[in-house]
């Protein structure tokens, strides 16, 4: 008997060792980590520099509490993220994981409204389907019905807007209009709850696992900024999954050179090799709260020296094989691959993403993207398939009728093209027994 308990009641081999793409258990069989993780292992598994610098780093010290010493792995990492980011972006604060980089995002927003004498300004909105984390604070951004309604009334309830689902409105993504469409709701929602009481609107550039890799259509997220600043409300990005290299640029939001005020990292950016986030301001922000007394947050393993020396190896290691290139490149093969698979199974509804930040839908019927069946369990029935071909993915489904069963493809961004070929073969397995099992 196991005493661990997790979300899933689904029973899981036991891990045995990890390299590059792969994963084998206890048996001796090979997984292929067509999700990594949960879009964590950006930079595959294994990678010997990482470990190497890490083993470094745990001959130096593994601990140094951040109200005592300044580290070397943490003052570095810091200047390597602050040049990734846009000019602006200085300053970075550092956390374990993207919940409570969220959470710093949105305390250092208030704090700045505060001590910026804009004290009524507290709510922060965000979409509808989005996901933000999991502590109750995070809780309170997330629009995930399936995590949230269990606990609700939240802590606090704050607005929501529709996330631009221009696929399900059969609205043209290349239409500018579109965008304006979509960010007019943003407009409408903040003279609704009265533009001085609005702190932030917060949004992930490129959609995580509730929205399967959303991508915004065109002029939307200029559109965004222009409104944000209109009301001089902060724009938060969320990149704890887009962030990090896997869409093909180290950040989503520069895809379409929109800087915000704030974003949040993780994942990728620890790459499963240390628990880590961070959260980056824009200098001004940070400077007027520091100079009001400073940042009145902080967690206990924030910036450790092990972890930063990890995030910092993975961040050179990014570099030095350049792999957001490969990412771009494989990226744009395997969602031509899934695009292919649409002629064959007329269940994919829609294909999308960025790089390798890449999902797929299933639906009843294309035409009107209406769902498959809630009692199918699509989102379930696929990923077991799919794991017992060895085949890694991760899917979501988000209840209320309009968004069908979602399944993230995304390998890690050293993924070469014969691997695609292998991960091909298997997915395709998967679909035509789901479908011989399940589709008329
Ligand atoms: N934000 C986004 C976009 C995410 O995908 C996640 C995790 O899936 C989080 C925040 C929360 O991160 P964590 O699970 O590390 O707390």
């Known amino acids: 008997m196991s005493h661990l308990f997790y979300l899933s009641t689904a029973a899981r081999p036991m891990l045995d060792r990890a390299e590059g793409i792969y994963i084998w258990d206890t048996a001796g069989r090979r997984f ?21 610098a890490m083993k470094a780093q745990m001959d130096r010290a593994t601990f140094g509490y951040r109200l005592h010493f300044e580290t070397e792995p943490g003052e570095r990492l810091a200047e390597k993220v602050a040049s990734l980011c846009p000019a602006g972006m200085e300053k970075v604060f550092f956390v374990s994981g993207g919940s409570e980089a969220l959470e710093s995002a949105v305390k250092l ?20 389907p989005c996901y933000h984390g999991s502590t109750l604070g995070a809780l309170s951004l997330t629009g995930y019905d399936p995590l949230t309604d269990p606990f609700r009334p939240l802590m606090v309830e704050m607005p929501k807007i529709p996330a631009p689902r221009a696929y399900l ?11 304006e469409h979509y960010a007019a709701m943003l407009e409408a929602k903040i003279l609704a709850e009265g533009p001085d009481t609005v ?26 900024r222009r409104i944000c600043d209109r009301y001089g409300i902060l724009l938060i990005h969320d990149e704890v999954m887009s962030g990090g290299g896997r869409v093909g640029a ?10 915000p005020d704030i974003l949040a ?25 520091q100079g009001a007394g400073g940042f ?10 092990l972890a930063c020396s990890a995030g910092l190896a993975v961040l050179e290691e990014i570099e030095r094989q350049d792999m957001m290139a490969n990412c771009r490149h494989v990226g744009t093969l395997l969602k031509a691959r899934l695009e292919a698979l649409m002629q064959r199974f007329g269940f994919i509804g829609d294909v999308r993403g960025k790089g390798l930040l890449l999902a797929f839908e299933l639906v009843a019927d294309r035409q009107t993207m209406a769902p498959l069946p809630p009692d199918l369990r699509a989102f379930n029935t696929l990923v ?16 209320g009728g309009r968004s069908g069963d979602h399944f993230l493809l995304c390998p890690p961004m050293i993924t070469t093209e014969p691997q695609v070929d292998e991960i091909m073969e298997k997915l395709t397995r998967a679909l035509t027994r789901f479908a011989d099992a399940h589709v008329q």
């Not at 550039?205 to 559109?223: E, H, I, N, R």
């Open 32 to 52: 292929i980590d067509g999700s990594s993780g949960a879009m964590v292992s950006n930079i595959g598994h294994s990678n010997p520099r990482v470990l190497a």
């Open 109 to 128: 927003a208030r704090q700045y409204a505060v001590v910026t004498g804009q004290g009524a300004r507290w709510k922060v909105i965000s979409r509808f």
């Open 169 to 179: 409105d059969g609205l043209d993504m290349d239409d500018p209009a579109t965008g």
């Open 199 to 224: 702190l932030a609107f917060i949004q992930e550039p490129v959609g995580g696992a509730s929205t399967g890799a959303l991508v915004p259509p065109a002029g939307y997220m200029q559109a965004v």
């Open 250 to 259: 180290f950040l989503g939001g520069d895809l379409w050179g929109v800087v």
């Open 265 to 289: 990292i993780s994942k990728g950016f620890g790459a499963g090799y240390a628990p880590l986030g961070a959260m980056v301001a824009q200098e001004r922000i940070v400077d007027a709260v």
């Open 296 to 305: 009145l947050h902080g967690h206990t393993y924030a910036g450790n020296p």
């Open 384 to 399: 077991e398939l799919a794991y017992e071909e060895q085949l890694i993915i991760y899917s979501r489904r988000t209840r």
